[in-house]
């Protein structure tokens, strides 16, 4: 039982004692640090069911807590606020508790099960700069949800199929000369993005020698011949023409093998796959039946629509009047269809940017009104896009920033300002390159995942690897400090094991040990909330006050054994949070530094 969940208890048992009256719940707070106290009863939400004072209430509460609660050392009361001093000897319980814990903070897993969705991307280009946000983030609110206690599946679906795939397809028959990964050197993904950059190109220069011949513009872009190839291909595809299949099988195979190098440079993985070519016709089934239902209703024109003017929303096609289906049609079937492959799963998470907002709210309405009881677990991790100083990205035109391209730069980013600060001299080449790496990525993905999902970012890749302030390399920096620490001690021969029973704690200890008992409420908020935000910022803050610990007290230096033993443990256990972490995160830290 924590602090809080002692004083809730006692402090409605105070208030029954005194006023005769039952307090249905009781407002916590962290002291504020320009008083006196570690836990902050606020009295004026009680004004409801006790009437006077609120110093007077705060006065006989708080002398009848000290009385009898045995953690309750001391307390003041400032205007509503009852402030109360817990004993050494509650924290000193709490962090021998936990200092051997491993994993501490994390809950084992339940048969609860989720799925999350992420990366889900097309396979006529490489993965790119929103592409990443979106891969560490669907990443780090799996692994939260595994730390809180969930069962998770991580998944995404792979758009393999459509028009943008056969214009690549098309440009690489018209102007590949057979190229090949092999052949020029290329990983497969970009090799084929290459190909959907050459098709824009050439249907605009064929658009531009339309409209010159007097044709309108519309019907020139409808016109264009290379477009009109693409739109045959597509139809040969789905016809199952055995030469156009085998050739989208050819490339399709280059972006996967291109995609796994990406996917594990940026360390995130899958359990599952889902590809479009399998899913694009589920769905048609599961319309016919909620036409049956009522849940949709027919045009004269034949296509089928869904109603949801009363929601709030608008009118939306489930089906074409030629009968073939919609996006939102496949989306159906397809979260039908997880349901049925993974029966356990009782909510799914959709990592899908912001601008697909209405879709899912239309979505996951219209699989309620179909009468799937778990769509109402179903949630959208919407998030907002990354900009960099040099403007919006467009995939047609060959202006997005490449995944691969943006991390290969964080690695030189990271060893230009590790050279210039003159860190890492003791190391040789291969260990340099190692860490650089590893400060490159830990301060991307930080940067990325310390802001809020729903907001933009403008990401700047040499403020991300500043040594100081709120950054990925900082806290890898606290870490490594930290091993230098645990090393000398261990050669002084320092008991990191025993338990310390009594001692005066300082401030700044007693302040750690604060920092780190929020540990394992922050998963939880974390994994309800979805955002590992909530996980970075706590480590930024740990990180900071194990610091100012570590510049106000002495930890080997101490003469005090048992103080000295007590600070090494301390240093250990914070490494230890701080690594479980940046793990949620998908960061590693260094041991050395």
Known sequence: MNIQEVLLYKVKEAVQSIYGKELPTVEFQPTRKDFEGDVTVVVFPML???KGNPVQIGEQIGAYLKEHVAEVSEYNVIKGFLNLVIGDVFYLNFFNEIKEAKNFGFVPESKDAVMVEYSSPNTNKPLHLGHIRNNLLGY???EILKAAGKKVYKTQII????????????????FGNA???ERTGLKGDKLVGNYYVAFDRAYKEQIAQNIALGIEPKVAEKEAPILLEAQEMLQKWEAGDPETVALWKTMNGWVYEGFEVTYKNMGVDFDTLYYESDTYLLGKDIVAEGLEKEVFF???????WIDLTEDGLDEKIVLRSDGTAVYMTQDIGTAIQRAKDYPDVNGMVYTVGNEQDYHFKVL???????GYSWADKLYHLSYGMVDLPSGKMKSREGTVVDADDLMADMTQTAAKISQELGKLEEYNDAEKQTLYQMIGLGALKYYILKVDPKKRILFDPEESVDFQGNTGPFIQYTYARIQSILRKGESMGIDVLESIASTDLHIKE??????LQLFPDTIQLAAENFSPALIANYTYDLVKEFNSFYQQVSILGEAD?????LRVQLSKKVAEVIQDAFGLLGIEVPERM
């Not at 054994?561 to 033993?565: G, L, Q, S, V």
């Open 298 to 304: 027919k045009k004269e024109d034949g296509s089928v």
């Open 179 to 181: 190229e090949t990964p």
């Open 140 to 142: 780090s609110v799996a």
């Open 364 to 370: 996951f309405l219209i699989l309620k009104k179909l």
């Open 561 to 565: 054994e048992k103080k000295r033993i």
């Open 159 to 174: 758009n393999d199929r459509g028009i943008h795939i056969c214009k690549s397809m098309v440009a690489w028959q018209k």
């Open 48 to 50: 409801r069911y006790v």
């Open 510 to 515: 007693k302040e750690l040990i604060k920092q």
